[in-house]
């Protein structure tokens, strides 16, 4: 199960690359994406993949890299950070999908260049947050995760908080 737990978190971080990809060319292609059905398409989605992101970090896969190192770890203000970076990035995408079902008032221009800066500013600052996730956390948890004792410990915390049974 540690390896199929990594297996995840590898399409979760492939599934948003694609999203930020999608929203990059969405940025491009600003106004007339905005009118586009499938642009409301890719922002619903990506609100549901971002909070499946926080959740197998912040549920499963930080409190195992936690119990690896005890309270004073070094790994500690990396992981720290990334929650901090899931809290914003995650607010980001609140202002990206109210500003594009609501817009706001004044000049259309300006609408557009606002909801073009906040595409920008997530599919940038998740870009950055996945190389961080990939190249300091991952290598982290695939080391330990490797080791029976505690792959077995992380299958058990796996299953109660995806709600899955046992077997
Ligand atoms: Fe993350």
Known sequence: MGDAFLAMLERDQRRLLRLCAALEDIADSLPRSRER????????FLNKAFERHIFLHEKVLFPLVRSLGGPRSTVEP?????????????????EIT?????????????SVQVLGFLLRSF????RR???????????IARVHLSSGTIASQHDALLRVSLGVGGG
């Open 98 to 110: 109210s500003f594009f079902l609501n817009g706001c008032a004044g000049e259309p221009r300006t």
């Open 78 to 94: 990396v992981l720290a950070q990334l929650e901090l970076e899931h809290a914003t990035d995650h607010g980001l995408v609140h």
């Open 37 to 44: 059905m499938q642009t409301g398409r890719v922002l619903s």
């Open 129 to 139: 947050h996945h190389s961080w996730e990939k190249n300091i956390l991952y290598p």
């Open 123 to 126: 599919f940038e600052n998740y």
